[in-house]
């Protein structure tokens, strides 16, 4: 696809009303770049201002104690075992770096560190591949919420020649841009969808093993159901990133290079418009291209984002910290709040992405949380399933 045509910037709606609204008040405002979904980039890769106190980290990283390691059986297939057990969840502080730095905005909602229990469960080994997500469309016809045309009825004020299907794809600028206008390097397109990741114009030959990206919530519900399997919670998601280790900045440790060795797929260069792919990728790569964490899991950091089945509150762990006691099984807040974005749900995300960097987000620390509109899926957001023990069909 050309520059040109991958950055051709039209309003569209986006499926939450309130976002919806907002899309269409900066379209009459002349902003140039779909306005909900762009919130939604905001939201997931900006700095934000902080209007209140950093949250003090009332509690010391302790030591993992995981279950006993006997397995339940065999794996299923594509799947690792991870034990469950006791860990602190949160985000660490790097040393020697300033807490006000842009890197450090990434911790901010991940305090206080508290102690958590999870149960054993199996983990996809890699994000959902398009081969894999193939598999389940031919099966059951599914078409994602980016492929299906929005309705009148839906957004009930919006001009009919502006209900087409299509989402948001990462459209680096040509040169250097002030970090405070995200409207320049994210663009809705047209066309845009699992099947075509930067637009219509592109495909999935030769990216079969790539993650599955432009997913929706709701995407990857369906799917996992399909498969007889479910989204991981959040605590779930972080016991097992973190691969057994306690207290680490990333899952493999404290240094970005392990031995010299790059560990993730991440944005090097200048962002957003340079990627020099010094960790041997420019933009997404096929799942599996770096070493697995200690659990063997792959891409627990950086390459696409994940869903969770948590919704989002900046003050969730906060509320279980005051409990004063070990949170067993937690599952997330029974509903969202963000003030960055007043009355949007949001679900948790995890892991952070390849456009990841000190310079802008560094979310691919292994404690730090991301967050989205649930009908919202972008080019650099997927997803891995999890499955009980005691799941039937096992």
């Known amino acids: 696809m050309s520059k040109k045509s991958k950055r051709k910037k039209q309003p569209r709606p986006v499926r939450n009303s309130k976002a ?13 770049v779909a306005g909900g979904w762009a919130i939604y980039a905001a939201t997931r890769l900006a700095p934000r201002v902080q209007t209140e106190p950093m949250e003090a980290v009332t509690g010391a990283f302790q030591p993992t104690v995981a279950n006993a390691a006997t397995l339940p059986g065999p794996a299923p297939e594509g799947m690792v075992w991870i034990p469950g ?3 602190s969840m949160g985000a660490v502080d790097p040393l020697g770096r300033d807490r006000n730095a842009v890197g450090m905005h990434a911790t901010r909602d991940s305090r206080p560190i508290h102690r958590v229990y999870v149960d054993g469960l199996w983990m996809d080994k890699t994000e ?12 059951t016809g599914y078409a994602t919420v980016a492929e299906r045309v929005p309705t009148q009825e839906e957004f ?13 794809v990462f459209s680096p600028p040509d040169q250097a841009v002030s970090l405070n206008n995200y409207f320049q390097w994210w663009s809705y397109v047209v066309g845009a969808n699992w099947r075509h990741p930067l637009g219509p114009e592109s495909d999935l030959k030769g990216r079969e093993n790539y993650p599955v990206v432009h997913i929706a919530y709701e995407d990857a519900v369906a799917y996992a159901k399909w498969a007889g399997k479910r989204l991981p919670t959040e605590a779930e998601w972080e016991f097992a990133a973190r691969g057994g280790l306690s207290g680490k900045i990333y899952p493999w440790g404290d240094k970005f290079l392990k031995d010299g060795q790059w560990m993730t797929n991440s944005h090097q260069g200048h962002f957003p418009n340079q990627d020099t792919g010094d960790d041997r990728h420019q933009g997404i790569a096929p799942v599996a291209q770096y070493p697995p964490n200690d659990y063997g899991l792959y891409d627990v950091a950086g390459n696409v984002w994940e869903w969770t089945s948590d919704w989002y509150r900046p003050d969730y762990y906060t509320s279980l910290a005051a409990l004063g006691e070990v949170a067993r099984n937690p599952r997330g807040p029974s509903s969202s709040s963000d003030p960055a974005e007043p009355g949007v749900p949001k679900r948790v995300h995890r892991g952070g992405s390849f456009l990841c960097t000190e310079q802008y987000c560094s979310r691919y620390m292994v404690g730090t949380r991301g967050k989205g509109e649930p009908s919202t899926g972008t080019n650099h957001l997927g997803f891995r399933c999890v499955k009980s023990a005691s799941d039937p069909g096992r």
């Open 156 to 168: 009930p004020n919006a001009p009919p020649e502006n209900l087409i299907a299509g989402s948001v």
């Open 85 to 87: 057990g006791e860990f």
């Open 128 to 139: 959902v591949t398009n081969a894999q997500f193939r598999k389940f469309v031919e099966a």
């Open 20 to 32: 919806g609204l907002t899309w269409l008040m900066l379209v009459l405002a002349a902003v140039a």
